[in-house]
């Protein structure tokens, strides 16, 4: 490796806990080093559905992504907060059912950028995938670049898929996504999950997390979240704990992490 990508690697510090990495650890990637495995353990002690919930969420992701494209007819996604690629992401499962389907992941992390640039590439020759380097607190900054890639005259799926609870005001949180879907076109959507803190468990996790040395995670109540949706027409069954939306298995549980898709009137 060499250029751009190779300067951005060696920023990357291997005895430091990192989100992205952590996260890859509990879905079980390989993408993380013992620091991140060290704090992914000690949340995992105190609060072992935290696994869980990290396979839970690619499930959600899955199931949202294929019903905006098979049932809703969308055929353009902006995947904010992407983190490391690790299976059935975004752009595969779009492209699977919609071969045409365009998207754009947007991510600030250096470690990501390296992974993304190698792995996150169009699965069709029809499709489109790009990545852009960004924070999502700057939503300006994102729509210019994936304007790019994204036609905003057509109907656009935003996701915000378990990342703003890195973010501890929920003021700004409502503005990021406020912000980024007064730009897309009615009949958009907005495909949002966060931790929520809904167990006693749960909240020492991130306790634990934190004390680990670890990004801190603001657990947020459903009722809190739900206020990132106002303005928009939940999908059925509305706000729920993500193994519950659109689930065919009878097997699926409430878990400490809720979920929606909404579409823009």
Known sequence: MAGPDAELAAKIQSDVPHAARIWNYWMGGKDNFQADRAAGDAVAEVYPEIVVMAQ???RFLVRAVRFLAAEAGIRQFLDIGTGLPTMQNTHAVAQQVAPESRIVYVDNDPMVLVHARALLTSTTSEGVTTYVPA???DPEAILAEAARTLDFD??????????MGYEPDLDVVRSIVRR???ATTSGSYLVLWDGTDTSPAVVTGAERLAE???VPYILRSPD?????FTGLTMVEPGLVPIPLWHSDDPADKGIDAYGAVARKP
Do not use: N
Request: glycine letters at 12%; aromatic letters at 8%; proline letters at 4%.
């Open 56 to 58: 839970q969420s690619r």
């Open 135 to 137: 924070d999502y607190h």
């Open 154 to 163: 057509q109907p656009i799926a935003v996701m915000f898929m378990g990342v």
């Open 180 to 182: 980024t879907m007064d």
């Open 212 to 214: 680990s040395g670890g």
């Open 224 to 228: 809190e979240l739900a206020t990132c």
